[in-house]
């Protein structure tokens, strides 16, 4: 008789293994844009003259950042709830809190970073924003409530944002069996990703000249810090082990090098960097027509580079071992 003793992961027990898929990537992608948006939002409010109570007078980033920041982190939240298999026993993060989990760390940030952003939402609505509320009375209630307080909550929130733009990449560098995901550049180059990609919502959204041209010039200088710790992530683990060497092979030989080079660089950064470089020059702050369409278009594949980034890292990362890469 013969003897066949199967361990670890191979081909044969786990043919394909999907262990986190696109869920997880949207919440990354999504928990890295609030984290910009916070990060960002904080400092152009802090940054402006005292509000007012017209939307007109205001940069749309001091209250369109804290609006969006609660309501896109909830839906990242529901995405990982959707990952879940046991949905009910969720609820089992907040009765413990264990100092060395950074899933315990992620569970309990987000769901501080949810209310105290939604706060700072509140004291940042322009008036006419309110009149629209005024069915709900506790908000207009809030808002006198928090009024006083909104540097305070613009400076605490700008802080975990910072928070969250790491937690995104720590999130999956804690896991050591993942050599591709196991670098501590991964924490920085997730939330360098998510200010570049809450700066391009900016910019899209954004009303006034003065202000799309400030958040272009940002996203340019953050699309040039991407390429440097991209290439120092890659070049870490090039001088590192053999399991972290392999890791990254998929990504110039082994089949996914073109969607992710294509996609990432030349469409990601490359792109929309040659699209708006120009206005880094602008000494004024005048956009015209054909201007602002190059913006836009280039604030739209920062937004595509950042999404694909987040499920190449989730989807490549589980390919890599300590042993050897699992072949498909």
């Given at each position: 008789?013969?003897?066949?003793?199967?361990?670890?992961?191979?081909?044969?027990?786990?043919p394909?293994?999907?262990?986190?898929?696109?869920?997880?990537?949207?919440?990354?992608?999504?928990?890295?844009?609030v984290?910009?948006?916070?990060?960002?939002?904080?400092?152009?409010?802090?940054?402006?003259?005292?509000?007012?109570?017209?939307?007109?007078?205001?940069?749309?980033?001091?209250?369109?950042?804290?609006?969006?920041?609660?309501?896109?982190?909830?839906?990242?939240?529901?995405?990982?709830?959707?990952?879940?298999?046991?949905?009910?026993n969720?609820?089992?993060?907040?009765?413990?809190?264990?100092?060395?989990?950074?899933?315990?760390?992620?569970?309990?940030?987000?769901?501080?970073?949810i209310?105290?952003?939604?706060?700072?939402?509140?004291s940042?609505?322009?008036?006419?924003?309110?009149?629209?509320?005024?069915?709900?009375?506790?908000?207009?209630?809030?808002?006198n409530k928090?009024?006083?307080?909104?540097?305070?909550?613009?400076?605490?929130?700008?802080?975990?944002?910072?928070?969250?733009?790491?937690?995104?990449?720590?999130?999956?560098?804690?896991?050591?069996?993942?050599?591709?995901?196991?670098?501590?550049?991964?924490?920085?180059?997730f939330?360098?990703?998510?200010?570049?990609?809450?700066?391009?919502?900016l910019?899209?959204?954004?009303k006034?000249?003065?202000?799309?041209?400030?958040?272009?010039?940002?996203?340019?200088?953050l699309?040039?810090?991407?390429?440097?710790?991209?290439?120092?992530?890659?070049?870490?683990?090039?001088?590192?082990?053999?399991?972290?060497?392999?890791s990254?092979?998929?990504?110039?030989?082994?089949?996914?090098?073109?969607?992710?080079?294509?996609?990432?660089?030349?469409?990601?950064?490359?792109?929309?960097?040659a699209?708006?470089?120009?206005?880094?020059?602008?000494?004024?702050?005048?956009?015209?027509?054909?201007?602002?369409?190059?913006i836009?278009?280039?604030?739209?594949?920062?937004?595509?580079?950042?999404?694909?980034?987040?499920?190449?890292?989730?989807?490549?990362?589980?390919?890599s071992?300590?042993?050897?890469?699992v072949?498909?």
């Amino acid at each position: 008789m013969k003897e066949i003793s199967i361990i670890g992961i191979n081909e044969i027990t786990y043919p394909h293994l999907d262990i986190w898929n696109w869920t997880i990537a949207l919440y990354l992608y999504l928990g890295g844009m609030v984290a910009g948006l916070m990060i960002l939002g904080a400092i152009s409010q802090l940054r402006s003259s005292p509000i007012t109570e017209k939307a007109t007078d205001r940069p749309v980033s001091c209250y369109m950042a804290p609006i969006l920041s609660p309501i896109l982190l909830s839906i990242g939240m529901l995405f990982i709830f959707l990952d879940l298999t046991r949905k009910l026993n969720s609820f089992w993060f907040y009765l413990n809190f264990n100092i060395m989990s950074p899933m315990s760390w992620g569970a309990w940030g987000v769901g501080i970073i949810i209310p105290v952003s939604a706060l700072w939402a509140i004291s940042s609505l322009p008036g006419s924003y309110l009149d629209k509320l005024k069915r709900w009375k506790f908000i207009p209630y809030l808002y006198n409530k928090l009024v006083p307080y909104r540097d305070k909550l613009a400076r605490l929130n700008c802080g975990l944002g910072i928070f969250l733009g790491i937690y995104t990449g720590v999130l999956l560098s804690s896991f050591v069996a993942r050599p591709l995901w196991n670098s501590a550049i991964l924490p920085i180059l997730f939330l360098n990703s998510g200010l570049s990609t809450g700066a391009a919502l900016l910019i899209i959204i954004a009303k006034d000249r003065m202000e799309k041209v400030f958040f272009t010039k940002a996203d340019i200088a953050l699309i040039a810090t991407e390429i440097v710790i991209i290439i120092l992530f890659y070049y870490a683990h090039l001088t590192s082990t053999s399991p972290h060497v392999e890791s990254i092979a998929p990504f110039f030989t082994k089949g996914y090098y073109f969607p992710f080079w294509i996609t990432v660089f030349l469409l990601g950064i490359f792109l929309p960097m040659a699209l708006v470089l120009d206005v880094a020059r602008v000494k004024g702050f005048s956009v015209l027509g054909l201007e602002k369409l190059r913006i836009h278009l280039s604030a739209c594949l920062v937004l595509i580079g950042g999404l694909v980034t987040r499920l190449a890292f989730v989807y490549v990362g589980q390919l890599s071992s300590l042993s050897d890469i699992v072949k498909r």
